[in-house]
């Protein structure tokens, strides 16, 4: 003969909650719960292998064992793609710095060729925001930069040996 749960404590017991909270599933959530006396309030009785399955029925995970393997499957492929995405990510903002550092090396030198003094810290945080902005036409225009460079420090180091005394 199957086992019967035939009181409130017995069936909060059977599933570790309190009585309380089995009453209130009753009521909310169609907790399988028998009364004999056809809604009195008093009786109750309940069947182990019916509140099993309505335990499981609550449990979306246990109904599609094969839906949720699938789910971890894509999920798995999910953080397989973003961490591809991540360290391509990485390598891009690391090109971009490495352009920053160099274009802000250039920037330095052609400080101390031009009449002007150096720029503040904040000035100098602007412009290397204002080059990852524009490194796109930094890149087209890098080589005549270079020139141009170039070009302004022979005539400054001209300037100089000129200018200094040995060379009277």
Request: a neutral charge; aromatic letters at 6%.
């Amino acid at each position: 003969m199957e086992r019967i749960l035939t009181s409130w404590k017995e069936i909060a017991q059977y599933v570790g909650k309190g009585v309380r909270t089995v009453q209130r599933w009753e009521r909310d959530i169609e907790f399988p719960v028998r009364r004999p006396n056809h809604g009195s309030r008093g009786v109750v009785l309940a069947l182990p292998e019916e509140i099993d399955a309505w335990v499981h029925a609550q449990n979306p995970a246990s109904q599609n064992n094969g839906s949720s393997e699938s789910e971890i499957a894509r999920l798995r492929k999910d953080v397989t793609e973003l961490w591809a995405e991540n360290h391509s990510l990485r390598q891009e903002l690391e090109a971009a710095q490495r352009t920053v550092r160099a274009n802000a090396a250039l920037h330095l030198d052609l400080d101390c060729v031009s009449a002007t003094p150096t720029r503040s810290y904040g000035d100098f945080l602007a412009y290397c925001d204002h080059l990852l902005r524009t490194s796109a036409l930094l890149q087209q225009q890098y080589g005549e930069t270079i020139e141009r460079s170039k070009e302004l420090c022979f005539l400054l180091k001209k300037r100089t040996t000129h200018n200094s005394p040995s060379a009277s």
